[in-house]
């Protein structure tokens, strides 16, 4: 059998297989609509992500107690994608099930004159989660190569040299005990199109609402080169590329949420052993 027709619910099934851009990888012939690995409808998907939701919980607890005593490791979920494509709903409704307490969240945004003083990766690293955390980033260190590429906003002779600069940063983020699981939200553009209006048409949105936006969108297809190579260049072993079709927000959440959830599953994290005597401490709670 191969993982093709597997599909959600079957044991030997995972998204990471099925999304993980592999070698040869060609972004263009995603399907933004589909729906891989999953044969159910909005229904069952919104079904399906509260069930997840226990496990995502109780699994993030065992990774924080893991980590109490400053060693343990920690999972970063790195999301990128066009504007518009979902990236917030996915802050709120796979990590919004999540404790607070444990997640180290990062919105990166045009880089501060503090930011720009340093190297792209300065403010990265310094997002990165610490034991037993989980960190999240809405946006990364790929901007340097998306809009800075398509934007020109350094020499190309920088923005080059960055691909892999970015793998070598990986490759110490994960021999330091960081998962890193990289997720692309890939919609097509007339989805954006689409996105974008209902964002001009209703007043609880236009916060989301920026003019600058039309004129990224007017760069389509420079973005998707850029993506492609962002894809081809920094897939790696250690940290693939997931690239998730996302026209239908309920497929996506429930995607990266099950990715976060193969991720933190393949720790086998078990709840940490006492550092104290327990039959002791009873005995000394009783006499209280
Ligand atoms: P939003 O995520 O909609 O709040 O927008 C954040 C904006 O910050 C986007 O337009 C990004 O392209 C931009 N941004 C993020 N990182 C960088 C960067 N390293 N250089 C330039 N612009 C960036
Ligand atoms: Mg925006």
């Known amino acids: 059998m191969t993982t093709e027709s597997l599909a959600f619910g079957d044991p030997d099934f995972t998204f990471s297989e099925t999304l993980r851009a592999e070698r040869g990888f060609v972004l263009a012939d995603v399907d933004t609509r589909a729906t891989p690995g999953y044969e159910g409808d909005k229904k069952s ?5 509260v069930e997840g ?15 109490k005593d400053g060693d343990g490791p920690s999972v970063l979920l790195l999301v990128q994608g066009m504007d518009t494509s979902g990236k917030g709903g996915i802050m709120r409704h796979v990590v919004g099930a999540t404790d607070p307490g444990g997640v180290k969240y990062t919105a990166f945004k045009a880089p501060t004159p503090e930011e720009r003083a340093h190297d792209f990766l300065w403010r990265i690293d310094r997002a990165l989660p610490d034991a037993g955390q989980l960190g999240v980033f809405d946006r990364s260190q790929y901007e340097d190569v998306l809009v800075v590429r398509v934007n020109e906003l350094v020499p190309r002779s920088e923005w080059m040299r960055r691909y892999a600069q970015i ?3 990986e490759r110490a983020a ?21 996105r974008l209006g209902e964002r001009l048409d209703r007043p609880d949105k236009y916060y989301k609402y920026n003019p600058g936006d039309i004129a990224e969108r007017a760069r389509w297809d420079d973005y998707m080169e850029a993506y492609q190579a ?7 072993k250690g940290a693939p590329w997931h690239v998730v079709p996302a026209d239908r927000k309920w497929y996506a959440r429930l995607a990266v949420q099950q990715l976060l959830l193969e991720h933190l599953r393949g720790l086998d994290l078990e709840w940490p052993a006492a550092t104290f005597d327990v039959a002791t401490e009873q005995e000394r709670l009783a006499q209280t």
């Open 45 to 49: 998907a919104a079904m399906d992500l």
């Open 230 to 236: 962002v894809l081809a260049k920094t897939s790696t």
């Open 167 to 169: 793998n070598a940063f």
């Open 53 to 67: 939701q226990t496990e995502l919980s109780d699994l993030q607890e065992r990774l924080w107690a893991n980590g």
């Open 174 to 194: 994960l021999a330091r005990g960081i998962t890193v699981v990289k997720v692309m939200l890939h919609i097509s553009s007339d989805e954006q199109k689409a």
